[in-house]
């Protein structure tokens, strides 16, 4: 993805709602071995690409006065309660040195998990994304997490999942759990009364 910048020379408070009353968005990339370079973006293109899911985990090619650097976005405010972009940080990134992202799970085939089909169980997204570790061209748009074979009372861990060449999953503590199936509780008792 493509994103378009300016250089920006004025800082502060005042300088940064100007800009914003002008249609503007501040911003600064930082990282690698270059200093820190303060931005300006237009507020429509950033506020319309932020609700893109690719644009969170993506490296994005940031345009500055014609010079393209590679960057992923890493931080971003909004305003309390106006539709405002108020700031938006991006990190440069080097094409050699391994990068720790944040990844949205994509949850596939729960429509014909035996644990839905057999048990009436409900399948609970115990998390939406996946930390990873990885160089930035092998960053993955999204990590799939296949639910056709979970049955009732099963879960699914970090280690059961299916990572693309290249990438590693950075889970703290033990194996992290993805996704369960429960069967609730009053489905249990129907089942009982039937019988």
Do not use: W
Request: hydrophobic fraction near 45%; proline fraction near 5%; charge should be negative.
């Amino acid at each position: 993805m493509k994103v378009i910048a300016f250089a920006r020379n004025v800082q502060g408070t005042g300088a940064s709602r100007r800009l914003r009353l002008a249609g503007q968005t501040p911003g600064i990339i930082y990282g690698g071995t270059e200093a820190p370079v303060s931005i300006t973006l237009d507020h429509n293109a950033l506020y319309h690409a932020l609700k893109k899911e690719a644009f969170h985990s993506s490296i994005l090619d940031l345009e500055v006065d014609g010079k393209s650097e590679k960057v992923l976005l890493r931080d971003f405010q909004v305003h309390a309660y106006k539709q405002l972009v108020l700031h938006a940080d991006f990190q440069r990134v080097d094409p050699n040195q391994k990068i720790h992202v944040k990844v949205p799970l994509h949850f596939v085939n729960a429509d014909v998990s035996p644990a839905v089909k057999l048990s009436s169980a409900v399948i609970s997204h115990v998390a939406v994304e996946l930390d990873v570790s990885c160089l930035p061209a092998d960053l993955p748009e999204f990590v799939e997490v296949d639910l056709s074979k979970l049955e009732a009372g099963q879960s699914i861990h970090v280690s059961q999942l299916t990572l693309p060449k290249g990438v590693t999953a950075v889970v703290h503590g033990g194996d992290a759990t993805v996704a369960i199936a429960v069967v609730p509780a009053g489905a249990t008792s129907a089942e009982a009364e039937a019988k």
